[in-house]
C-alpha cells in the first residue's frame, strides 16, 4: 500500500491570525514520506503556531493542510511527561490512547525503552526520579513507540546535551532510511536544520511567511560533519538568512571558518 | 486495588519507622508526669490515673455510644463538606469569572471563628444534631473548596496539547490527565478537613448538644473532674493520631510517591 501511494503532507495558503495579530501568511509547502523538512526562523515567527495547524492541535482557518499520513506523532521542546505515571506508562501513553491492550503496550515500551538506553529499573521510576535527558529520551520514546509515519518536533534538542543531542538524532536517521519515517521539524539551530533535513524553510517573522526554501541533495545518511560545518557556513552567509535573523556580518572573518 | 495491596505491604516498614514518634510522646508524658508533680491532683492529675481513668471510661457502655454519636456528627459533617465542597469547587475552578467571584467568599468562610457559626447555628436550628454538623460543615467546607478549586484551575494546558497529539480520547483524558492532577490538590485538603471536622465536633458539642464526648467534656468541666476531662482529651487526641498514621498517612505515601 505505501509503495503504490506515498503518503504526503501537503500545506496550501496556509493563513492564521490570533486576534488582530497576524501569526502565518500564506505557506505553502509539501512533506513527502521519508524526507525530513526543518522550518527555522526567528523566535515569534509563528512557527510553533504552523506546527500545531499541521498536527491538528489547532483549528485551520484559512487554507488548507492535507495530511494523508496514517499516524503523526509529536515531540515537544520540554518532556510533557505525566508526572503521575512511572516512565513505563508515560511511554505507553500513545498506545493506550489508541487503544492497544495492556499487555501489548507494555511489551512495546519495554522494547522499544531499550533503545533509548532506558535501563529497566528507570522504568519503574517516575518523571521527578529522572535526569533532564532521560526525560527527553522518554518523550521520544513514548512518540515513536506508536510507529508514527510522520513525527512532527518543536525544537526537541534545545535543551540537551550535544552527546544526547547526537544519540537521539541518530535514532532519528535511522528511523528515516529504514522505515520511511517523515519529519516535520522546527528548530533555531541552523547547524541542525543542515544535519537532519534534506529541505530547510526559512520562516520570517511578523507575520510568519516563507521566505525561501533550501534544498539539500546530499543524502542525510551521507553527511559528514565536516559537510554539515561547511554547508552551514554557507547557509549563514545567505543573504536571506541574515536579513532574517538579523545577523551582523564581520566581512574581514574567513568564510567557512565557523 | 495495586494501591491498596502496596499500602498493606508497606505498612510494617512504615510502622517500624514509628519508634522516634513513640520516643517523643513518651517524653512529652515525662513532662506531663512531671508537671503533676508541681500542681498537684486537681490541675493536673498523673498521667497514671488519667490512663487508668481512660481505660475505666473505654470499658462502659455509655461512653461508646457517646463516641459513636460524636464520630457519626464528625463523618456526616465531613462527607457533606467533602462531597458540596469538591463539586463546588471543581465548577468553581472550570469558570474563571467564578473562581474570581469565589475567592472574597471562601475567605470570609476561612476568616469566620467556627465559635460564632456555633452561635448563629443554635440560633437558627436550636440545640441538637443539626447545629453541630452545619457547625462541621462550614468549618470544613472551605478548605475543601480551595483544593478542588485549585486543583482545577492549574490543569495545564501543555498536558492536554500532548494529549491530543495522540487523539486521546476523552474519557481517557479524564482519568489519566484531569483526575489525577485535581487529586493531588484535593487529596491533602481532604485530610486537612477531616482534621478540622474532628476539631469543630467536639467544640459544637460541648456548647450546643447534650450528648457527645463534647457534651462529656462540658459536665467534666462543671464537675470539676479534671482526670475526666483529660482522659477524655486523650481519647480525641489518640483517636487523631490513630486515624491520621495509621490511615491517611499510608494512603497518602501511596497516592503521593510520584511527588518525592
Known sequence: MAELMPAYLQVDKLSHRFG????????????NQGKVVSVVGPSGGGKTTLLHLCAGLLDITEGKVDNTFNQSAFAFQDPRLLPWQTTL??????????GVTKLKRYQQARD???????????????????????????????ALVVEPDLLLLDEPFSALDIGLKQELQNILIEQVSQQELSILFITH???????????ILLLAAEPGRLLHTFTIATPIEQRTEAFVYSET??????????????LTVNLSSNRGGQ | MKALYNILKNFPRYLWSGWGAMASIFLFIALWEFGHYIYGDLILPAPKETFFRLAVMLSSEDVWQDVQITLQRALWGFFISVFIG???GFLAGLFAT?????????????????????????????????????????????????????????LENHLKEMADSFNTPLLMKLTDIYFPHIFSYIFPSWIAALGMSWKIVVMAELLASSDGIGYRLAVARGLLDTESALALVLMLVGSLLLIEYLLMEPIKREVEQWRN
Not at chain 1, 20 to 31: A, K, S
Not at chain 1, 189 to 199: G, K
Not at chain 1, 233 to 246: G, N, Q, R, V, Y
Not at chain 2, 110 to 136: E, N, Q, R
Open chain 1, 233 to 246: 557556513a554557507k547557509l549563514l552567509s545567505h543573504p536571506k538568512i541574515i536579513d532574517t535573523f538579523e
Open chain 1, 112 to 142: 522499544i525503552s531499550k533503545k533509548f538506553g532506558l535501563e529497566p529499573e528507570d522504568l519503574k521510576k517516575f518523571p521527578n526520579e529522572l535526569s533532564g535527558g532521560m526525560r527527553q529520551r522518554v518523550s521520544f520514546a513514548r
Open chain 2, 98 to 154: 467564578a473562581s474570581i467571584m469565589s475567592r472574597p467568599i471562601v475567605t470570609i468562610l476561612m476568616g469566620m471563628p467556627p465559635i460564632a457559626w456555633i452561635v448563629l447555628a443554635m440560633i437558627w436550628f436550636g440545640m441538637g444534631d443539626s447545629t453541630v454538623v452545619f457547625t462541621v460543615i462550614v468549618a470544613s467546607f472551605p478548605i475543601v473548596f480551595i483544593g478542588a478549586l485549585q486543583g482545577t484551575r492549574t
Open chain 1, 89 to 98: 506508562d508515560n511511554i505507553a501513553f500513545g498506545l493506550k490512547a489508541a
Open chain 1, 20 to 31: 488582530p495579530v497576524d501569526i502565518l501568511q500564506d505557506i505553502n509547502f509539501r512533506l
Open chain 2, 86 to 88: 469538591s463539586s463546588l
Open chain 1, 189 to 199: 539551530d541552523l547547524m541542525e536544520a543542515v544535519r537532519l533535513s534534506d529541505e
